[in-house]
């Protein structure tokens, strides 16, 4: 089995990211490429599961255009979400049955690989049965949301994946209903240390991405390797070597 080859790629817009895990998803699923996970916080954004409904966008449309954060509607499942600074968002590229995996415990692998970071960080945090992502006090009176997933399969290859709130400017989250839920608080691992209005920080977001890959790789099964190359260079690896290759490049 070839390793889960993490690429650490600093702050991305986010069509670009899209686009680059849209193309390596495809080249998984042609076999030639292995495993990828993708690892970076976006500029301000809003995206829209394909199902998600708009009118959990609260900011009138001018407010965002005026701030230059763009609304997008992608394909994974989930309702609104808001990506942006400060906030570590992971894009796993996986072929499921290569690794004996279903969907369901994918989900839960991506769901204690966030917990598992946010307690390396002297956060406590899991699941919340029945609402997937990331959650503080999830049985408690104050229940609050410190990471969100969404995943897209096709062809066998699981995408999209989570994003977690590291040092997340959370008035950011009063432009949307967050997860189509109105009311639910969000918080980060900063706010929970009482560090509400310290600056996002992308030194901090790549301390949890090191923390957020051997956790997912080990709730997976695999072996993890860390690659300083840009991703796009296996895809253009793979366009030369052909299907089959699976470079770990």
């Known amino acids: 089995m070839q390793p889960l080859v993490a690429h650490w790629m600093g702050r991305v817009p986010y069509r670009e990211a899209w ?32 199902q998600a409904d708009d009118a959990h966008v609260l900011a009138p449309a001018g407010m965002l ?35 004996g995996l279903f969907l369901r415990e994918y989900v839960r ?13 002297g956060v406590e945090a899991g699941r919340r049965e029945g609402h997937p992502g990331c959650w503080v006090d999830a049985e408690g009176p104050l229940v609050r949301k410190i990471g969100a997933l969404g995943v897209r399969v096709e062809r066998g290859v699981a995408y999209h994946g989570i994003a977690l709130n590291v040092s997340t400017r959370l008035a950011d989250f009063g432009l949307i209903d967050p997860c189509g839920m109105p009311g ?11 560090r509400r209005q310290d600056p996002p920080s992308t030194a ?30 296996a895809l ?10 699976g470079s770990a490049r």
């Not at 692998?109 to 960080?121: F, S, V, Y």
């Not at 639910?184 to 009482?194: D, P, Q, V, Y």
């Open 19 to 50: 686009d680059l895990q849209k193309a390596l998803a495809v080249a998984r699923a042609r076999g030639e490429i292995g495993d990828r996970l993708l690892l970076l916080e976006h500029p301000p954004v809003l995206t829209l599961g394909r």
């Open 184 to 194: 639910l608080r969000s918080t980060s691992i900063a706010a929970e240390h009482g």
């Open 204 to 233: 901090s977001v790549e301390a949890a991405a090191r923390v957020f890959a051997p956790a997912l790789a080990q709730r997976i099964d695999a072996n993890l390797a860390w690659s300083a190359a840009d991703p796009r260079t």
């Open 65 to 99: 255009e005026a701030q230059g954060i763009e609304v997008i509607r992608v394909e994974r499942g989930g309702e609104v979400t808001y990506h942006g600074p400060g906030q570590l968002v992971a894009y796993p590229i996986v072929k499921l049955a290569d690794r």
């Open 109 to 121: 692998a991506l769901e204690g690989a966030m917990a598992d970071t946010c307690a390396a960080n």
């Open 236 to 245: 253009a690896e793979a366009e030369t070597a052909g299907p089959g290759a």
